[in-house]
Nanobody, 120 residues
Framework: VQLQAFGGGLVQPGGSLRLSCAVS????????LGWHRQAPGKQRELVASVTSTGITNYADSVKGRFTVSRDNAKKTVYLQMNSLKPEDTAVYSC???????????????WGQGTQVTVSS
C-alpha cells in the first residue's frame, strides 16, 4: 500500500491550489483520509480529514478556505485550498487509516509530502 501526493507548488497570496493523494495497492476500505502540514520550525498539524461516511474536520485556521473531499472509486483524497495566505506555506502530507482485508484492523499509512509555498 502506498500513498502519493500531487499538486504542490508556488502560488501568490489569495490564490488557489488543489492537492491530490492517491492510494495504491490492494485494499478493502479506507475509513479515514487526512491532510497534515508542517512549516519550518513548527510542529506538524492536522489540516483536514474526511471519513468514509463523509464526515469532515478542519483546523480552525483553514475553515472556510479549504475543502477536503474524497473519491472512493479512485481511492483518492483532495484538498482544495483557496484564499491562500503566506502562513499556509508548509509541506503537506496525506495519511490514511486503511483496512487491507475485511475483518482486519486498520493500519495508518503516510504519503510523501508536497511543498506548498505562498509568496508574492
Amino acid at each position: 500500500v502506498q500513498l502519493q501526493a500531487f499538486g504542490g507548488g508556488l502560488v501568490q497570496p489569495g490564490g488557489s491550489l488543489r492537492l491530490s493523494c492517491a492510494v495504491s495497492g490492494i485494499i478493502f476500505n479506507i475509513p479515514y483520509l487526512g491532510w497534515h502540514r508542517q512549516a519550518p520550525g513548527k510542529q506538524r498539524e492536522l489540516v483536514a480529514s474526511v471519513t468514509s461516511t463523509g464526515i469532515t474536520n478542519y483546523a480552525d485556521s483553514v475553515k472556510g478556505r479549504f475543502t477536503v473531499s474524497r473519491d472512493n472509486a479512485k481511492k483518492t483524497v483532495y484538498l482544495q485550498m483557496n484564499s491562500l495566505k503566506p502562513e499556509d506555506t508548509a509541506v503537506y502530507s496525506c495519511n490514511a487509516d486503511i483496512r487491507v482485508r475485511a475483518g482486519w484492523p486498520t493500519r495508518n499509512y503516510w504519503g510523501q509530502g508536497t511543498q506548498v509555498t505562498v509568496s508574492s
